[in-house]
């Protein structure tokens, strides 16, 4: 899965078939429809890995942080900052949903469920850091780190993703923290 997963997020799930799959990994494409009935199936699957591992992200904030939504959200700027930068392609998941315009594809809804899990998440940490209009906030940010990683593909890592986190921390400022301005 994971020679699957790099082949579609380096070139795009459409362009790779099973049978580059299959050679890339060192194997053969029954073995491949052993494991996943079908090329859907194996999107699926390495779609619901990215899924799982933005899970672990936030388990990992909260345990690095316990109690201190001010510092999960700074270090989610941070993060999203260093994605911005590592990696070209952009969010694989986003790309899936572009790729995979068919409303009926299996991985649709796990992207759907996906994205909006990880933005409610950080309204959650919005709403925790008390925030002025938490949804807002989240809403905004989201909407930054996704346009930014869109925008490193399309005029690359000089352009308005550079600065991601000056952005993102006028963002947090604007808004405050309730109280603090009573």
Known sequence: MVTAR???????????????????????????YRHFGSKDDLIVACLRE???EMVTFWDDLEAEFPGDPQAQLRAWIREGAECIESDERGCELANAAVELAEEDHPARRLVEECKKKHRDHLAVVCRNAHLDQPELVADTLWLLLEGARLSRQSVGAEGPSARFVRMAEGIVASFGRRGARE
């Open 50 to 52: 990215a899924a799982e």
């Open 6 to 32: 790099d082949l579609f997020h380096r070139h795009g799930i459409k362009t790779i078939g099973v049978d580059t799959i299959a050679e890339a990994a060192g194997t053969n494409k029954m073995t491949l």
